[in-house]
């Protein structure tokens, strides 16, 4: 009930196509859900975050669309440029408790190509 | 505004050894949390600190321990070494405000066991 599932493990897209990155979850405590994006060689690095009473958040190209009823959500990224190529971690963690635990999912490997 | 950081980046160790890391974070963070990634698991939480006591603990074994000091400088040790221990050791702060999820992440230090 901890984890949160994310599809594809891997991606493939052009230049200027739409990337689209899907996690799942299971446990309903649950109450805030980042993406974190991560370089070679570097730590993730918070790229947008959304809160269940909201169904869709956008920040430039990037835009979160959150599904409270089927417990998915999901990371667009539009007009996908070469410098987005990354891993993308979906995460979730819980609220109530003073924590700022992160349950991750397993990332997707996004490649852009030109 | 200097970022979190971590030392040292890289080290090698053999079975049966233990090791320290040291992390510091981005100066009026209180709270430190530490990850542990993997190809195989991902990133998996650790543990938290906020103003030196430990908030939160992953479901790792004892032989994985941390402390937190007044000036929020945070150690981790890993006693008695495993082969599976090898990974990128991830220290991450924030401001201690309850379950933002904005985490801020270090570069890591990557650990290999011998």
């Known amino acids: 009930q901890q984890q949160v599932k994310q599809s594809p493990q891997s991606l493939i897209v052009q230049k200027g196509g739409i990337s689209i990155i899907n996690c799942a979850y299971e446990?309903?405590?649950?109450?805030?859900f980042p993406w974190y994006q991560q370089f070679p060689g570097k730590g993730p690095a918070l790229l947008i975050a959304i809160r269940p009473d909201v169904s869709e958040k956008k920040e430039g190209r990037f835009t979160i669309s959150f599904n409270k009823s089927a417990k998915q959500f999901s990371l667009h990224i539009m007009d996908s440029q070469p410098g987005d190529s990354a891993t993308y971690f979906c995460a979730a963690s819980k609220g109530g408790g003073a924590t700022n635990k992160l349950i991750f999912g397993t990332g997707t490997l996004l490649a852009v190509q030109p | 505004k200097a970022g979190v950081t971590q030392t040292p980046r890289y080290l090698i160790k053999t079975r049966g050894q233990q090791v320290t890391l040291s992390c510091s974070p981005i100066?009026?963070?209180?709270?430190v949390s530490w990850y542990q990634q993997t190809p195989g698991q991902g990133l998996q939480f650790l543990f938290e600190?906020?103003?030196?006591?430990?908030?939160n603990k992953g479901n790792f074994p004892g032989r994985f321990s941390g402390r937190q000091f007044s000036n929020s400088r945070s150690e981790m040790n890993v006693s008695t070494l495993e082969l599976g221990d090898s990974a990128l050791y991830l220290c991450a702060s924030s401001s201690g405000a309850a379950n933002t999820g904005e985490l801020f992440f270090g570069e890591g230090s990557r650990l290999t066991v011998l």
């Open positions: 100066s009026g963070h209180r709270s």
């Open positions: 600190y906020f103003s030196e006591t430990q908030r």
């Open positions: 446990n309903t405590a649950f109450d805030y």
